[in-house]
Structures are given as structure tokens and as C-alpha cells.
T-cell receptor, first 114, second 109 residues
């Protein structure tokens, strides 16, 4: 049973470009969570999605960031017009139900903005 | 969700028990204590959770004090592969986990 897949694992973007991060949840999981980890800090929750719905986006920056989880295909975290402060590791997690004690995390995407 | 306090770092000899403390003095009655770990910048991994009773699974034991204001994660026989950052998390319910800065555990040969 494959785990949570994230790609790319490393992404380099110049300031002003767009970054697209993809997350494929574990098989059978329909709940996806995105977290961001800045250097030397813990993970910070960004958004929680179910298929075709954003359930909780309380941790998402108000501008430039968006997320989707379409009926078919992976969840996408999109960052428009990236700035150096967006450089971080972005982790996706999935679960098979809401309000579960265990979220399964992917390996992360390390975004570097130059 | 209640805030947690953990020591920033700890060492443990290989083969010995690693005891990782966590203070959560503002915990409320319906908040659970969770432990996750993050090995070398990989995605976090669930370890164990509990409400008020002590819990044990194949990875670790969780000891929660009677007043629930603190807890201890015990790795009974630490190995080099247990070197990681360990996060103690308290949450009521819902969608997100709040990861603080955790305890960086180094297992020494």
C-alpha cells in the first residue's frame, strides 16, 4: 500500500514565478491536509480539504496561496508570485476520516525561491 | 488547543529507555495528548496518543499524570533510528495538529 506521495520533492522558483505542489493521498483516503515548515520551526497547518471541498483554510495566507482537491487526481497547493519568504518544506498528510488521531504524512516538497 | 512545553534537546544511550517529558498545564478535560516524531526532515510519523489513561503500543508508552498537566513518552529500548524530533501535541478535536518546536532526541551509540 503506497504511502502519501508528493512531487516534486525539490522545487526551485525565481521570485514572481508560480509554484505548484502535488499530493496524492494514501489509497482510500479522502481527507488531505497541507502544512508548511519554515527552517528551524515546527509544522504549521495551512488547509484541510476533502474531495472537491475546502473544509478549513484557517492557516492559509490570504493572498497568493490556493489549494484544491479535485474529484480525480492529486491535491494541488498553488503559490502565485512566490517570494523568498515562501521558501520552506511543504508537507501533505492524508486520513481516511475526519477528526482522526492519525494523519499520514508524505515526504514533503522543499521549495526554494531564489 | 492547549500549549505544550518540551525541552529543546535530549541525549539517550543506545539500548536504554528514552523518557521525553511534556508539560501541558492548561489542558482541558476533552483534549487528547498526541506524540509524533520527525526523522531528519521527513514527514512526521504518528507514535501514540491518550486522554487520561496510560497507553502502550509497539513503538512506545505514554504516561499521563493524574492531573493531566504533564506526560512522558517512553521509548523502552532506544536505537539509533529513534534519533528524531519528537512533538508533543494537545488538541481537542478537529482537523489540524499544532506542532511546536519539539524535543530533538539524539541516541548515542
Amino acid at each position: 500500500n503506497a504511502g502519501v506521495m508528493q512531487n516534486p520533492r525539490h522545487l526551485v522558483r525565481r521570485r514572481g514565478q508560480e509554484a505548484r505542489l502535488r499530493c496524492s493521498p494514501m489509497k482510500g483516503h479522502s481527507h488531505v491536509y497541507w502544512y508548511r515548515q519554515l527552517p528551524e520551526e515546527g509544522l504549521k497547518f495551512m488547509v484541510y480539504l476533502q474531495k472537491e471541498n475546502i473544509i478549513d483554510e484557517s492557516g492559509m495566507p490570504k493572498e497568493r496561496f490556493s489549494a484544491e482537491f479535485p474529484k480525480e487526481g492529486p491535491s494541488i497547493l498553488r503559490i502565485q508570485q512566490v517570494v523568498r519568504g515562501d521558501s520552506a518544506a511543504y508537507f501533505c498528510a492524508s486520513s481516511n476520516q475526519r477528526d482522526t488521531y492519525e494523519q499520514y504524512f508524505g515526504p514533503g516538497t522543499r521549495l526554494t525561491v531564489t | 488547543d492547549a500549549k505544550t512545553t518540551q525541552p529543546p534537546s535530549m541525549d539517550c544511550a543506545e539500548g536504554r529507555a528514552a523518557n521525553l517529558p511534556c508539560n501541558h498545564s492548561t489542558i482541558s478535560g476533552n483534549e487528547y495528548v498526541y506524540w509524533y516524531r520527525q526523522i531528519h526532515s521527513q514527514g512526521p510519523q504518528y507514535i501514540i496518543h491518550g486522554l487520561k489513561n496510560n497507553e502502550t503500543n509497539e513503538m512506545a508508552s505514554l504516561i499521563i499524570t493524574e492531573d493531566r498537566k504533564s506526560s512522558t513518552l517512553i521509548l523502552p529500548h532506544a536505537t539509533l533510528r529513534d534519533t528524531a524530533v519528537y512533538y508533543c501535541i494537545v488538541r481537542r478535536s478537529g482537523n489540524q495538529f499544532y506542532f511546536g518546536t519539539g524535543t530533538s532526541l539524539t541516541v548515542i551509540p
